[in-house]
């Protein structure tokens, strides 16, 4: 209820503030008998992890987790598994800059006025550091469905974005760029351009887009629980999500009918698919694809007047390490809770029919 | 689980088909001592219901709501509310054209996937008459928080769109047209470009807008349960939505820190609003608004071929009283499922102080 | 949460007061595809409702159930199943003399007391009219289990009680009685007892036992859900219950591990049953048999003296149609809930395993 | 779902097997602003841990629990607290004799059924060893209830029992030995009847009895989820446990109405207090009390004869440190659950209201 668990059947909860002792999590409802592939694991936390490149935040974590329940001899077991990410890089600074100070586009404001006080160091819980337990439950999602594949990507940073659909591009060209844009040319654009906002001490907003492949047929829950709602839902918890659209989206709400309607083939696949592999709620078989709009990161390296909590004007100056730009280590983030969806909706769905 | 549930603390699920004998649904854990209005629940419902204008579908359904319990002397108990709405028009069609066919872009062929057979009269569970019980707890739930105010408006129909901020327009001109536009000249606009439609018997998508006043500050919760998730997630749930952005939403992607970042006044209300109300995932007391894009409606008054459950191409020929363009009506709902996410986040939120 | 729902996949949601009315309930997740026997969910409503009998409340109400969607040509769909029980037998009484009293070990006093108001006419929600609507979910949960053989009865009457073990006994003897006690004799017995209590204007209380045969290995979750918390939980609901004990229950307590431990026979069964059918929460295939204890009515057909809301002291008249003793109807109600939790865990246990 | 959560708005969720790296858990939903005393809940983890005293088993583990997140300045922040208790006494034992057999009475052979396979060193997560972290977030929910008193103690060993009511009892005897029985005279002989059965090689059971006094009024939610039927859930969740009943019990069963009825006084508590401080789920400000029926331990220091995997007798010899009776060690366990329910029910009646 107050928010730090998702999913139903397969359920992740989460602790851990940027600069406390550790992060961790629980996994509840991973099924017994899935062997795990701890590389896998941590190669989707490196992929988020700070200080992988030249154009994200320079801070150091190695961010290793630690399985503490859960799985025997390779494989899970039924019961809940535990974790922890242990926060090295939580060094004593002097925080008394921010301490009584609200920095705009941050959460300090309203955690003050929601808790009565908060824990002031860094971003505390609202930070996006929170994002690597969602990483390692997505992996093991991606593990329950072996069969799915789940690829995110970049294709917008700032005004420049991919100028063709994802059908025709070469995805797993994404991972051979540090923007993680699956079209080298706009790659290399985009980080050049990621490297001037950073020079600025400006940061830049940006888009993922993910593309799901193999789906199941008949994942997702008519009217409250549909599979994309959740999926919105999910999209929208990550730190700086701003929109989310899947399928057509907001383009589809400027179409006819008469041009947006799938036809089918005979085999119950779709010739078009504006539908994003959705219809009612529930997967069709065909590919799932939406995007995930981020807003610019708040914290920019600039002198700047805010508020402290008395309402005086106080002059703040932005410092630290930070991300000029999210959408790169976004990409993992995007990729595991879009698995954490359809691992719960997977073993959901096995209770439809009697 | 099944989905046909919404919200925590207060909880709507519903039950009914298109073509059955009733809708209705069960609002659990509104709180007790709230006087109901039922003319406004029911004017609500008016907003909302078939046959109302020339730019919606013709069918006549009056959509009364009888309550059956949890209301005494005119005030909610703090029991469970039962309600019902009678399915008046129900003729008894001839359904054999497709009882064995997939309409496109439908939900027809993910159902008889996932349940194995369905309700092939009219949309079954998957038709939008489900969403009068929406709006029937969503006009409770506004009862329950009577110092907010919940707005939405038609801002766009296919290309045509409003080209002023909300901030410009009186929004009260929405309800005085049956385009539900605050823009009285693009309302006519949007009239004359449906009734075009209709006459093609094609449809066309659109997008509603909506903005909450006066929402107390600290509602929403970290990390899972941001508040503009869970409103992304009930909007996304409504259907024939294809995507959810608030405040600066995919604008925003496209912009730079410096820009974006809301400043303080004093008072700790921000000079710009492109976090849209919420910050963190918490309310800080602004305008929250956000943009709902709706597909095309799906059905035709057009032939055209499809498959049977066999793979056989069959010709099927649209036909009955359907909407050329179902943002009109969605307006209500959109204000309902608004109300529904506030109303229970108000009630969690008075759990987050000792 | 507010509580008129229970069971996660397998839910049923509940509302409606005594004097309302109609009283109802929506159940979400029933899988698609289970045929419904509605002759069964009669039965089983007749073996609950008032006037069955000479020693029951010679109330009279057909509690006749009106399903209103969720299944199709005789078969559940998937989706939501509502339905409503009317109240036909709501006299328009005068409650003058209890409206602002509050009688001995009813619930008058509590529900002033949280809602600061109440729906006085009779028991309101703290009816066991209630229990109705859990009867109707019940039979449908014993229709999704077809093989799992549900079988309470009345084992106890006052002081007087069965001397033999379930085992020894024909449980089907007891629907051939008014007492619903499988030992012919003491079944006579309790009848005499029951209505000279009647004439003293006066209750008794009593246990039901029940007993659950040919339960699949495997239901039931470790730690917090094992599967007897859930059936303790389930019958701890129930009006007037006040104890719950399974397998070898209070009198395992006093025994030694080397009498109660069940050793195995060579196929997996055990020669002993003392677990209950149940071991570390999770079902062993044996027989689950527990023991639920009620309290006599408080509803007495004699004067007492009371309080008023203002804390004045009052005379009161018990008067109407009540129970001497609940135990008789409880039976029906039992078996209801105990299949609710079994079609819950059974739903569950489906996800155990990848 | 798969049950290692407990609670809703005040939810712990727990890992951890008996012979992993660590157990753990968080808690989610404690109101931000409690000061938080360590040495309390160090106190009730000691209360708990083996080896305190000799009748209890005589493994050794310090079970300090390190707090990862969620509290900050001493007080809990509102953001979930995350929790670890290190296993020290993990030795690398040889599981062989127990590996591919099954021990009577114990989980060993559902698990197996259930998922697959199982950790078998150990009890794993069916080891009663989960309850130490049931402890730490009991601990917590007693310091955000400061004004309620929880306190459980031994009321019977075996056949030995208590023979005076608990108002006749100095509670605060029950700490001062080391069978927690508050008669001090009972304590002694229970205390030699233990050492008995355990030089015998055997255990036994007992009964645990919880007295909550100034609970406020208003605790609990009608119908399913009756404050007593929660309690219920909570003690039946706890390893060993049998049977449970509040108030009057099974005993209550027994009675007449006309004798079980609690009267008013005019201040709004009652003369005698058969409903146990619960009056249609909902507290009314008495005390509540509640017994709970423990099992003997099924680990005996004997040999036996038990069935492996492929059904084969063999012949297995019970060894290592094991209680001869939980119930010294269960009083804390029970107090625990018992401030988890009354927390998370406290929290949630501030929703009763408008």
Chains 1, 2, 3, 4 share one sequence.
Do not use: W
């Not at 002792?21 to 795990?36: T, W």
């Not at 593309?211 to 929208?236: Q, Y």
């Amino acid at each position: 209820m107050a928010g730090n668990s998702f999913g139903n059947l397969f359920k992740v909860t989460t602790f851990g503030e940027s600069h406390g002792e550790a992060l961790g999590g629980i996994i509840d409802g991973c099924p017994a008998g899935v062997e795990i592939d701890f590389e896998a694991i941590q190669k989707d936390l490196d992929r988020r992890k700070p200080g992988q490149s030249a154009i994200v935040t320079q801070r150091k974590e190695p961010d290793e987790v630690r399985f503490l329940s859960g799985i025997f001899e390779g494989k899970t077991t039924g019961t809940s598994i535990g974790f922890i990410i242990e926060n090295t890089n939580q060094k004593s600074h002097d925080y008394s800059h921010i301490k009584d100070s609200y920095r705009p586009s941050h959460a300090d404001y309203v955690y003050d006025q929601k808790y009565g006080f908060r824990d002031y160091r860094g971003g505390g819980r609202s930070s996006a550091r929170e994002t690597a337990c969602r990483v390692v439950a997505g992996a093991i999602a991606k593990q329950v469905l072996r069969d799915v594949n789940f690829q995110a990507f970049v294709s917008a940073v700032g005004e420049m974005s991919l100028d063709k659909p994802y059908e025709e591009l070469d995805l797993n060209v994404a991972e051979s760029n540090i923007v993680r844009c699956p079209d080298a040319e706009k790659a290399s654009e985009m980080e050049s351009y990621i490297k001037e906002i950073r020079k600025q001490g400006d940061t830049v907003g940006g888009v993922v887009t993910c593309v799901i492949k193999n789906t199941p047929i008949g994942l997702g829950e008519p009217v409250f629980d549909k599979l994309h709602a959740e999926l919105g839902k999910a999209m929208l918890s990550i730190n700086a999500v701003k929109g989310f659209e899947y399928g057509s989206g907001f383009e589809g709400s400027r179409m006819k009918g008469s041009d947006h309607n799938d036809k089918f083939n005979t085999d119950g696949t779709t010739k078009t698919n504006f539908s994003g592999g959705i219809q009612g709620g529930i997967s069709n078989g065909m590919d799932i694809y939406f995007n995930v709009a981020f807003k610019p990161v708040a914290t920019l390296i600039q002198s700047y007047e805010t508020i402290d909590k008395e309402g005086n004007i106080v002059e703040m100056q932005g410092k630290g390490r930070h991300d000029p730009c999210v959408v790169p280590r976004a990409v993992p983030i995007v990729e595991a809770m879009a698995a954490l969806v359809l691992a719960d909706y997977y073993l959901l769905n096995r209770a439809s029919k009697i």
